[in-house]
Every structure is written in structure tokens, then in C-alpha cells.
């Protein structure tokens, strides 16, 4: 139910995060701020303009590929970096990376790390604010981050990253990227459109497929492994909670899909943690290490991976 708020504040709680008190009660812990989400439902109604922009060879490629690099940078930087640490890089490629990172419009570095953190030390325990095990499947994928409870930062589990100024204004103002992103891909379909009308595409219509349609595939692929990975899927380790491994999440994921594994071991930079188990992330991350930007990708030690299995 919509409760009464001035449209100002509603507006600049869309644009500052910090316009929003947090007050969230215990007995409100599963409501819905439905005047803070509706930009979320307005991008997955924008998907039925498809219908006006129609479609081209080059759209469909483009939102594809922004849907692979989005992806990348969530499991490479947001899950894998700012979550687990399971590499370094300096100061300049951990900005650039919560810059690429947040243009999958899935909120700032540090929101997105400590709640990852606290679903670790948590896991689908009643404080795990998306497990399906503990509230049901449709809070796990989407009800639990438009809840108010979940939409401010847990600074104190990110105190490491949050000395750093640039990534707290990112994490404030966590939709400027997302419209800066947006505008730049309306602008280059303008330009196509002009200077390369063979393609048969244009602002709108890239901005349709590549931004729109490909950030809403991506939500809720990435979705997935909190809702299905603990319930859907094969038990390698005994770990005290009940996340999978799951092959085809892994493929849409680039590699989240072992999540079985990642609750095993969260700090290794390799969630296929066999030579069977494609984990495209990684392969992502050794080129990047590969070029120097990165280094020190964490391994799984051979006697933690071989360890707390099950036997068949």
C-alpha cells in the first residue's frame, strides 16, 4: 500500500540515497517501499517498448554483449573484489571497476558487498535478508532489496572500503552511472543511425535493447543465485546452508552457478573449482591479470576443495 510522501522527496530519494531516513521499524522488516521502487517496475515495463522500436541484428547483439560485460563486472568486481577480496588491484582499477560494475543499475560497490557479506555470515539463517529457505522463493529473488529494511548500507561490514571517498559517492548516488550509461548508449544509436544506417538501428531502439531489455535479463539472472541456487541444484560440501551448484545458472551467470562452492570456500577467484566446471569469470580475470591490472587471484587450496564432501 502507497503511503502518503512528498513527490520532492520521493524524487530525491531516487537521486540521493541519503535522502531517505533510515527508521525502518522490526515490524516493517517485509514491507515494501513501493514509492522507492518504482523506477525497478518502470525499467521492466520500458521492455514492452520493443514493440515500438521494433528490432535489428545489431541490437540483439549489443544488448547481448552488454548483458556478458554487465555480468562480468557484478561476478568479477561487485561478488568476487569488493565482496570476497579474492584478488588486488590498485586504487584506480578498484574505482574503474565499481564505475563498470554499476552500470548493471544493481546499486553502488558497498550496498552491494555488505549485504553479500551479511548473507554469508548468515546463510539462509532468519538474518539472511534473501534466503529462499528462510522467506520463500519470490522474497529471495526480488522482494527482500525492495524491502526498506535492506535499502540502506551496512557500513560496518565494509570498513575497508568505505574510507575511500569515490566509492561512497558512487554508493550515494548509485544512479548517476546507470543514467549517464543510458544516455551514452542513446547517443551512439543516434549516431549509427546517421553515419551507419545499414545497421538499421537508433537511439531509441539501442537504448530499448541495449540498456532496458538487457539490464532486466541481467537482474534477474543475477537474482537467480539467491532465489534457485539454494534450492535448486547438487550438495558437493556439507555446508550448514543449503546452497547448490547448478550448471545452467552458471552459464547465464559466467560461473555464479557453483555457489555451492563459493559458500565452501567465498575467497578463491575460481568458483569451478574442477577444470569440468565452467566458470567464464575466471577465465575473464586471469586475462586481466594476464595485462597486469590485477593480481594475486586467490586459489582454493587443494585440501579445503577436497574436504567436507560428500561421499557417494
Known amino acids: 500500500m502507497l503511503t502518503k510522501r512528498p513527490i520532492l522527496s520521493t524524487i530525491s530519494s531516487w537521486l540521493d540515497n541519503n535522502a531517505l531516513s533510515d527508521n525502518t521499524t522490526q515490524e516493517a522488516a517485509h514491507s515494501i517501499d513501493y514509492w522507492r521502487v518504482i523506477p525497478f517496475v518502470a525499467m521492466h515495463l520500458a521492455c514492452f517498448a520493443l514493440f515500438w522500436v521494433g528490432y535489428s541484428t545489431f541490437a540483439i547483439v549489443f544488448a547481448v554483449s552488454l548483458y556478458a560485460i554487465r555480468m562480468f563486472a557484478i561476478t568479477g568486481f561487485y561478488h568476487r573484489y569488493f565482496s570476497h577480496k579474492a584478488f588486488q588491484t590498485s586504487r584506480f582499477g578498484q574505482f574503474i571497476f565499481a564505475v563498470i560494475g554499476a552500470t548493471a543499475v544493481q546499486r553502488g560497490p558497498l550496498w552491494w558487498a555488505a549485504h553479500h557479506r551479511n548473507h554469508h555470515s548468515h546463510s539462509d539463517e532468519e538474518n539472511d535478508a534473501h534466503s529462499p529457505v528462510q522467506h520463500g522463493f519470490l522474497w529471495s529473488h526480488i522482494g527482500w532489496f525492495l524491502s526498506r529494511t535492506n535499502f540502506h548500507t551496512q557500513f560496518d561490514r565494509v570498513k575497508e572500503l568505505a574510507k575511500f571517498p569515490e566509492l561512497r559517492f558512487l554508493d550515494r548516488f548509485d544512479v548517476l552511472i546507470p543514467i549517464m550509461f543510458a544516455l551514452c548508449i542513446f547517443g551512439l ?94 577465465y575473464g580475470l586471469r586475462i586481466l591479470s594476464a595485462l597486469g591490472l590485477i593480481w594475486n587471484l586467490r586459489k582454493v587450496p587443494v585440501e579445503i576443495r577436497e574436504s567436507k564432501q560428500y561421499k557417494n
Open 189 to 282: 544509436g543516434m549516431l549509427l543511425e546517421q553515419y551507419a544506417p545499414s545497421l538499421g538501428t537508433n537511439g531509441w531502439q539501442l537504448l530499448v535493447w541495449g540498456f532496458v531489455i538487457s539490464t532486466v535479463a541481467l537482474y534477474h539472472a543475477t537474482f537467480s543465485v539467491n532465489s534457485l541456487a539454494h534450492t535448486w541444484g547438487k550438495r558437493r560440501y556439507a555446508t550448514r546452508d543449503q546452497s547448490r551448484n547448478n550448471f545452467l545458472i552458471a552459464i547465464f551467470t559466467l560461473g555464479e552457478g557453483w555457489h555451492n562452492n563459493n559458500h565452501h570456500y567465498p575467497g578463491a577467484a575460481k568458483q569451478g573449482f574442477y577444470w569440468w566446471e565452467i566458470d567464464f569469470t575466471y
